[in-house]
């Protein structure tokens, strides 16, 4: 079904028939999952009640499966500033993350860079600098509410990656200062943080991008561990970000994209 959207004064058409997932399936009992400091994957056990197992590969009329798994250490999730801030919205206190214009941009993480990061790193690290962003996203005003960063390279070992083995690149300050003057309100991202791995607990880049000029929290979002499909090609994307409503600071979520016809 094709689908008119009006944006900034201009109407955009989609198909929403033809939207794409951009997040990382989840597997229980199973080792198909990414891993950020939490190695243990996601588990699934079957009810029990009365002596009935509710599987019905154990004869049981329907599945009723209890999982237990970590979300922000296993898979594709959203998160607000009660990541990090008291007194902040859980994500299920958001609403109106549909349909949310948006760019997909590639870019290949630099090693070093002269631009501020609030603690020292290393030859190994990898990082997205306010350079490489101005470069994808300069000539551009519109379709900001939401930039979607691929990484480089970009392949399927990111549906299972241990990232407690691999380093994952990491915003400069700059860089997320820069998506605040852009008026980005959304980060979706592949890898399992906006701050390296280790920063001492900081999460700089996450009070940065999750507090306004004056100190106050805004309603910012931030998805980890998405996975973005080498067929969804760089441009403007309509985006819902797709997610339950639970009263915590993230949920998994599963954002489909959209392109602009
Ligand atoms: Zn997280």
Do not use: W
Request: one cysteine or more; glycine letters at 4%; aromatic letters at 10%.
């Amino acid at each position: 079904m094709n689908v008119k959207i009006e944006y900034n004064k201009k109407v955009y058409e989609i198909n929403s028939n033809h939207g794409k997932s951009i997040s990382i399936p989840m597997n229980f009992n199973s080792n198909n999952n990414p891993k950020f400091y939490d190695e243990i994957n996601p588990t699934k056990e079957s009810y029990t009640s009365n002596d009935i197992t509710y599987d019905i590969n154990k004869d049981a009329g329907c599945n009723v499966p209890v999982v237990k798994f970590n979300v922000h250490c296993s898979g594709t999730h959203t998160e607000t500033g009660a990541h990090i801030f008291k007194g902040s919205q859980t994500i299920g206190e958001l609403s109106n993350l549909n349909f949310i214009p948006s760019r997909l941009i590639t870019i290949k993480p630099q090693k070093q860079s002269s631009e501020n990061y609030h603690v020292t790193y290393d030859l190994k690290d990898q990082i997205i600098t306010k350079e490489i962003l101005i470069k994808s996203l300069e000539s551009y005003n519109d379709f900001l509410e939401c930039v979607i960063i691929r990484t480089l390279p970009n392949n399927e070992d990111k549906l299972k990656l241990n990232y407690n083995e691999h380093n994952h690149p990491f915003l400069s300050n700059d860089a997320v200062y820069y998506l605040k003057e852009k008026r980005v309100k959304h980060i979706i991202i592949d890898t399992p943080s906006i701050d390296r791995s280790d920063d001492g607990g900081q999460l700089k880049n996450h009070k940065i991008f999750f507090s306004n000029n004056d100190n106050s929290i805004n309603k910012n979002t931030v998805t980890e561990l998405a996975f973005i499909p080498n067929n969804c090609i760089d441009g403007r994307y309509f985006v819902c970000i797709g997610y339950p409503k639970f009263e915590l600071d993230a949920a998994p979520s599963n954002p489909v994209v959209y392109k602009v016809i």
